[in-house]
């Protein structure tokens, strides 16, 4: 498992949760080429962060899922505009902290049940010696 965080990303925290809703349980590797593909600031930063994950934990794309992609709030940064008859606006721009954890792909059941299978009596042919001519 690997994580990756990224901080005072100058994004909406509510927009960048619509994405990050999406990836959660997917294939890492599928979620960065459909995030690629989406027009949205925040589908380029998740994806980035997704990649530097996998990388981080030194996994192949293919094999890994999103086992959590989180965005917090950060802090405001709070701007004022003037308006008309000397007064004042405020102007909110918001930042988040992208969060992405990521684990191995758990074995199907069909292949956990083989591998298990295997280690229980695997041993067992693999040091039978049969030599040329000998039957039973």
Known sequence: MSKALLRYIRLSPTKARLIAREVQGMNAELAIASLEFT??????????????AVA??????????????RVDAGPVLRRFMPRARGRATPIRKP?????????PKPLE?????????????????????????EDK
């Open 39 to 52: 027009p949205n600031k925040a589908a380029k930063v998740i994806a980035k962060v997704i990649a530097s």
């Open 56 to 69: 981080n934990g030194g996994f192949d794309a293919q094999n890994v899922i999103i086992k959590s992609c």
């Open 95 to 103: 930042t988040s902290h992208v969060f992405v954890e990521i684990a």
């Open 109 to 133: 059941k069909k292949v956990q049940k083989a591998v298990e299978e295997t280690k229980v009596k695997g041993n067992t042919k693999a040091t039978k010696k049969t030599t040329k001519g």
